[in-house]
């Protein structure tokens, strides 16, 4: 069992440039999350989604794409990268915990990102 | 923001000691939980404590909720040099997708 996987580890990228950071997790877990870490801000959520085929905005989406063509995996995607995207990205996915459902998050390694 | 505040932002202890962190949240929620970061890792869950509880143990950790004053603390006793890390509270509102709202977190350094 591998949990979820982040790819890559770390990524530097010029203004203006696209990149994918993938996450997959073998847990069979319908949801999954992307956030972001910045300094003094704690996480923040960028987009999630509870199936495949079904995804939305979280606090923070402007500047990123997501899908989930399967249940495993869920891309985030960059589309023209600016400084302000400078981070430390997390994806998520989630199991129940107790018989009410609440919900807790496993979570990736995490992928720095710096926009030059 | 639906974010929460943790309170100290920096923590420094020696071993042994106990380590008290807060957090303050700002909606109702349906549960809060606890997770802790080390340096370059992933968040890891350690505790969750439902909106009706007001007190939860784990091992060395005990989790208190006050849901009048929107405020919970970690208690961790007995620290050890391995419980350096970053400490982050979530709360769980308990509403459409159940998304997890994370606080700023607290920086614990564990003194040998």
């Known amino acids: 069992n591998a949990g979820v996987t982040q790819t890559p580890k770390f990524q530097v990228l010029k203004t203006g440039q696209s990149m994918t950071l993938q996450c997959a997790q073998d847990m069979n877990h319908e949801y999954m999350s992307w956030y972001r870490q910045d300094p003094g801000m704690g996480l923040r959520l960028i987009h999630y989604?509870?199936?495949?085929?079904?995804?939305d905005q979280g606090e923070v989406p402007n500047g990123y794409n997501v899908s989930r063509s399967t249940t495993e995996d869920f891309p985030l995607r960059l589309l023209s990268a600016a400084p302000s995207q400078t981070s430390v990205y997390f994806c998520a996915s989630r199991w129940t915990s107790g018989p009410s459902g609440a919900n807790v998050l496993t979570f990736g390694a995490g992928s720095r990102l710096t926009v030059l | 923001s639906q974010q929460g505040e943790e309170d100290p932002q920096a923590l420094s202890i020696q071993e042994g000691e106990n380590a008290t962190m807060n957090c303050s949240y700002k909606t109702s929620i349906n549960n809060l939980q606890w997770y802790r970061q080390n340096s370059g890792r992933g968040l890891v869950h350690l505790i969750l404590i439902r909106s009706n509880e007001r007190e939860k143990h784990s091992g060395r950790l005990r989790v208190t909720l006050d849901t009048s004053k929107k405020s919970s603390s970690l208690l961790i006793t007995a620290s050890r040099a391995a419980d350096t890390a970053s400490y982050f509270c979530a709360t769980d509102a308990g509403t459409g997708a159940n998304n997890l709202f994370f606080g700023t977190g607290t920086r614990l350094t564990v003194i040998p």
């Open positions: 989604s509870v199936g495949a085929g079904i995804t």
